[in-house]
């Protein structure tokens, strides 16, 4: 029995090894630390499109290709590029009717229904373009969504806020218990990106103001699961 435990005892600190991490000798502290970076979001996304209604389906429909063909034409002119411009959605249904809660409900017509997802890389011009696009007939608007094109900075930056954070905490730890921080044996990472206050699409009822659409911030975090050895 003494020999069996003997060979355990050894096997530990070999197994430790050939996964690339040395055997704790001191005390095992694991630290969970979460880092945030904010920035101002610079692209938005948003659905806009047209729903039309006639007696007949081919009639709706081709009401509704005439007035998205004139929505695409002036997203062409503000200068949105045809690789941002996406159809999301196309439906034709029928309307029904019904004269009498007791009677058979009937078609009264049809409701055509296109649209695309665009997306703005000018989020300040986001509001004036989607004024022009209701000119145009667009009838149909959602969003926006906001995003931030490129975190790899902010999130570069969100990940030393963590590691800082983890070990001002390990020293602390340390101190309370007495002991020191030996040095850090592990650092693994899960990272996420928390939108900030959801920005409004507003339409100004006077005609002379335009519509704006406000980006606020996002913040983008990292969590690091960070294990140090105390002595």
């Given at each position: 029995?003494?020999?069996i435990l003997a060979a355990?005892?050894?096997?530990?600190?070999?197994?430790?090894?050939?996964?690339?991490?040395?055997?704790?000798?001191?005390?095992?502290?694991?630290?969970?630390?979460?880092?945030?970076?904010?920035?101002?979001?610079?692209?938005?996304?948003?659905?806009?499109?047209?729903?039309?209604?006639?007696?007949?389906?081919?009639?709706?429909?081709?009401?509704?290709?005439?007035?998205?063909?004139?929505?695409?034409?002036?997203?062409?002119?503000?200068?949105?590029?045809?690789?941002?411009?996406?159809?999301?959605?196309?439906?034709?249904?029928?309307?029904?009717?019904?004269?009498?809660?007791?009677?058979?409900?009937?078609?009264?017509?049809?409701?055509?229904?296109n649209e695309v997802t665009?997306?703005?890389?000018d989020v300040a011009a986001?509001?004036?373009?989607?004024?022009?696009?209701?000119?145009?007939?667009?009838?149909?608007?959602?969003?926006?969504?906001?995003?931030?094109?490129?975190?790899?900075?902010?999130?570069?930056?969100?990940?030393?806020?963590?590691?800082?954070?983890?070990?001002?905490?390990?020293?602390?730890?340390?101190?309370?218990?007495?002991?020191?921080?030996?040095?850090?044996?592990?650092?693994?990472?899960?990272?996420?990106?928390?939108?900030?206050?959801?920005?409004?699409?507003?339409?100004?009822?006077?005609?002379?103001?335009?519509?704006?659409?406000?980006?606020?911030?996002?913040?983008?975090?990292?969590?690091?699961?960070?294990?140090?050895?105390?002595?």
């Open positions: 029995m003494r020999l355990c005892l050894l096997a530990l600190p070999a197994a430790a090894a050939a996964q690339g991490e040395a055997p704790l000798h001191g005390t095992r502290l694991d630290i969970v630390a979460t880092g945030e970076a904010s920035r101002v979001p610079d692209v938005a996304r948003i659905g806009a499109g047209v729903v039309t209604a006639a007696p007949s389906a081919a009639a709706a429909a081709a009401q509704n290709a005439t007035q998205m063909a004139a929505v695409r034409a002036a997203l062409r002119r503000a200068g949105v590029a045809d690789r941002d411009i996406q159809t999301s959605s196309l439906s034709l249904s029928p309307d029904y009717r019904q004269e009498t809660p007791n009677a058979p409900s009937t078609i009264a017509g049809y409701r055509a229904s665009v997306t703005f890389r986001a509001g004036r373009i989607l004024d022009a696009l209701v000119a145009q007939g667009a009838n149909q608007i959602n969003g926006p969504n906001l995003s931030i094109e490129h975190p790899e900075a902010a999130l570069d930056e969100a990940r030393v806020k963590a590691l800082a954070t983890a070990q001002a905490r390990a020293q602390l730890y340390a101190r309370a218990a007495g002991k020191r921080v030996v040095r850090m044996v592990s650092i693994s990472e899960s990272g996420s990106a928390s939108p900030g206050p959801v920005p409004m699409y507003r339409m100004r009822a006077a005609a002379q103001e335009a519509t704006t659409v406000d980006p606020g911030s996002q913040t983008l975090s990292v969590t690091l699961n960070v294990t140090f050895e105390l002595d």
